[in-house]
């Protein structure tokens, strides 16, 4: 069964585009796998809380993502 998760932070996503994210996850994995696969196709949307995940050490929160790049 192919099988996707993407997390992403609280409240960054309206459902219609929660709804993309599976839809066009499924026809991808229908694209690679072909018609047989779109029945058992799962994907995750779920939502991660402000500050509950982190990458290199550092607690990422939606201010820090939403920060513009520093040079």
Do not use: C, H
Not at 6 to 32: C, N, S
Not at 56 to 63: H, K, Q, R, S, W
Request: charged fraction near 25%; avoid cysteine.
């Amino acid at each position: 069964m192919p099988f996707a998760n993407f997390k992403v932070p609280a409240g960054t996503l309206t459902e219609k585009q929660k709804e993309q994210i599976i839809t066009r996850t499924t026809e991808l994995y229908v694209d690679i796998y072909g018609e047989r696969a779109r029945a058992s196709t799962l994907v995750v949307v779920e939502e991660v809380t402000d500050g509950g995940w982190g990458v290199g050490g550092e607690v990422l929160t939606l201010a820090k993502l939403q920060a513009p790049a520093r040079d």
